[in-house]
């Protein structure tokens, strides 16, 4: 029987949420050279991927946080999803913008939240986390508690694993980049030949380079 990372993998590669070009490397807006590009957003074109995207969350939400009171998104990417998850469970829903505002009430986080409400926050996508905790501290210094982050997909970066811990944040996904690479090997997207490449990638991303 398949782990849900699996199953979670294998729609992500389906729909080409994930891409793998070890040979062709794609270039971040961070200007990393990288063997892979993932974007979630694209799951919300499917219906039954997304909804099975959202019911899983929404699983994990209940499993882990029961006593939750507030769905938070980080914003763009997971405003959608974290919409569905908080639908789905009857809860309140905000989202949390990278900066405030820069006219009207310059408001950071969007939505009602009261002080020392329980939050849950949904993320799309985490890659070295910075983005994904700078919404975790702009909800703790609004006086929220923050019970933990849910997240599609992550690249399993040491550096990212180190961030969650210094700030005390749980972290869950759904899948992870070891998934991935394991779905698309059988079903022959990539190579064995392609693994150390893709593996090397990982452990320095940044100074990375396609030899």
Same mark, same amino acid.
């Given at each position: 029987? +398949? ?5 979670? $993998?294998? @729609?992500?590669?389906?729909? %080409? $949420?994930? +891409? ?20 979630? =957003? %694209? *799951?919300?074109?499917?219906?039954? &991927? ?5 019911? #899983?969350?929404? @699983? ?8 939750? #009171?507030? &769905? ?28 405030? +505002? ?13 002080? +020392?409400? %329980?939050?849950?926050?949904? #993320?799309?996508?985490?890659? *070295? ?31 990212? $694993?180190?961030?969650?811990? @210094? ?11 070891? $998934?991935?690479? @394991?779905?698309?090997?059988? *079903?022959?997207? &990539? ?17 990375? =380079?396609?030899?």
């Amino acid at each position: 029987m +398949k782990q849900l990372e699996d199953l979670v $993998a294998e @729609r992500l590669l389906k729909v %080409k $949420a994930v +891409k793998l070009q070890p040979n062709n490397p794609f270039v971040w807006a961070s200007g990393w050279n990288s063997p892979i590009y993932c974007d979630n =957003r %694209k *799951t919300l074109s499917y219906p039954q &991927i997304r909804s099975f995207i959202k019911t #899983e969350l929404a @699983r994990l939400v209940m499993e882990k946080y029961p006593d939750v #009171e507030v &769905i938070a998104g980080v914003a763009t990417g997971a405003i959608a999803q974290g919409a569905l998850v908080a639908d789905t469970l009857g809860l309140p829903f905000v989202y949390v913008r990278p900066k405030p +505002k820069d006219h009207g009430l310059e408001n950071m986080i969007e939505g009602d939240l009261r002080p +020392k409400q %329980k939050v849950v926050v949904i #993320e799309d996508l985490v890659s *070295t986390g910075g983005s994904s905790l700078k919404a975790v501290e702009a909800l703790r210094k609004d006086g929220s508690n923050v019970l933990g982050m849910l997240a599609i997909f992550t690249y399993g970066f040491p550096t990212a $694993a180190e961030s969650f811990e @210094r700030a005390k944040v749980e972290l869950t996904t759904l899948c992870n980049y070891d $998934a991935v690479l @394991r779905h698309a090997l059988d *079903t022959e997207y &990539i190579s064995e030949s392609d693994i150390e490449t893709l593996q090397e990638w990982r452990k320095d991303p940044a100074n990375w =380079r396609k030899q």
